[in-house]
């Protein structure tokens, strides 16, 4: 199991069986993770041979008003900008969660008191990450997907290599596509689907901890607000599966007479949909968080009360107040300083996150989209569009 030199932290990307292997062969260093000459390697490997092969039998460049390789968006999105996207965020979320999964013990969130069960949530994790099983079930919907999956199936994805769209056998880029493409692109999506889960899991522990919380923080998280630059280390997955979606509707528009119209719907519900899934790990923090603003505004609001009704027995009623140390306590103030927590809590967010959190997610979703539109539409018009969907 490889272990973080960086107290209570922990890498979802180094120990994983994927990791192992790539190190094995030399892909990764001993120290660090060779993410560009391991981008360059799977993109090339991925892509290479397949535009080779196209190019000698005249499949790579159009002829004769066909539809030659390179105008097969889809299959270049995947392997020259997915492949190697979905590589670069593994040294995000590596660096991320080695640098923020600390501030849980630095910032006083978790006490003393639990600092044994928060290393004990640690190595379940780390077990989970090394463990072989995830990766057995990959290979299997991998093995499936490809058992129950022929070319004859999808003839139209393979139509810039004329004969074999037509039954006439495969050859070697096409072959190549099939079976060593789409395994490494698939491979590294999925991987990346398991990490989310590990993530899930991971904050759910973490959420179940008795952690410390402050509801006073000015971070409108309790204390919580380092967390919400956790989301952008997705950035570079939701990038890589956006521009797959739009290069696959641009080659329907550009060659199949389809308008951004008639595909509205579809890239609004993407748009929608994928940052939300990868924003999902912090629902983990509602129940908490909810927890923590409702007894806070409880705790405080009992306070401020006996505050209020001193300062009104003393000063309005003109009574004889006795010693009330909450009177002259120069944390409160004044009574005007005293609404001051009671409002911070009232604002407290129910999840760790901020516009921060989202507007990059959205905005990887939604780039690709604005290229696929500037197909059909005047790029300006695009561009005020967005504009007024984000402000």
Not at 238 to 259: C, E, K, N, P, R
């Amino acid at each position: 199991m490889e272990t973080n030199p960086t107290p209570w932290a922990i890498s979802l990307v180094r120990g994983d069986l994927l990791f192992r292997l790539q190190r094995k062969i030399g892909l990764i260093p001993e120290n660090g993770l060779g993410i560009g000459r391991r981008a360059v390697f799977w993109s090339l490997l991925a892509w290479l041979p397949i535009a080779v092969w196209a190019w000698q039998k005249e499949y790579l460049l159009p002829v004769d008003g066909g539809e030659p390789l390179l105008a097969h968006f889809g299959i270049n999105a995947r392997l020259l900008l997915a492949v190697p996207l979905f590589i670069v965020a593994e040294g995000m979320m590596h660096s991320t969660l080695t640098t923020l999964l600390p501030r849980l013990v630095s910032s006083g969130v978790v006490p003393p008191g639990q600092l044994d069960r928060l290393r004990s949530v640690l190595s379940d994790i780390a077990q989970l990450r090394d463990s072989v099983l995830p990766w057995i079930a990959i290979f299997a919907a991998l093995a499936s997907f490809f058992l129950f999956s022929r070319p004859s199936e999808v003839p139209h994805e393979l139509s810039w290599a004329k004969d074999q769209a037509d039954g006439a056998g495969m050859g070697l880029g096409v072959w190549w596509y099939l079976y060593v493409g789409r395994t490494i692109f698939l491979t590294l999506l999925l991987a990346w689907l398991w990490r989310l889960a590990l993530l899930f899991m991971l904050f759910k522990r973490i959420a179940g901890l008795e952690l410390s919380m402050v509801p006073t923080h000015p971070d409108r998280c309790a204390g919580l607000g380092f967390m919400a630059r956790i989301p952008v280390m997705f950035v570079p997955v939701v990038l890589g599966i956006s521009s797959v979606f739009a290069s696959g509707w641009a080659h329907q528009v550009v060659y199949h007479d389809v308008t951004i119209g008639s595909l509205r719907v579809e890239i609004i519900a993407f748009v929608v949909v994928v940052p939300l899934i990868f924003l999902s790990p912090f629902v983990s923090f509602l129940g908490l968080m909810l927890r923590t603003k409702k007894q806070g505004l409880l705790d405080y609001g009992d306070l401020i009360g006996r505050h209020g009704r001193l300062v009104r027995e003393r000063w309005i009623d003109g009574k004889q107040v006795a010693d009330a140390p909450i009177l002259d306590a120069p944390e409160l103030g004044p009574i005007a300083d005293t609404a001051a927590p009671y409002e911070l809590i009232s604002k407290v967010r129910p999840l760790p996150l901020s516009m921060g959190s989202l507007i990059p997610l959205v905005g990887a979703a939604v780039l690709p989209m604005v290229v696929l539109a500037a197909m059909d539409l005047p790029l300006k018009t695009v561009l005020k569009t967005v504009l007024k969907m984000l402000v």
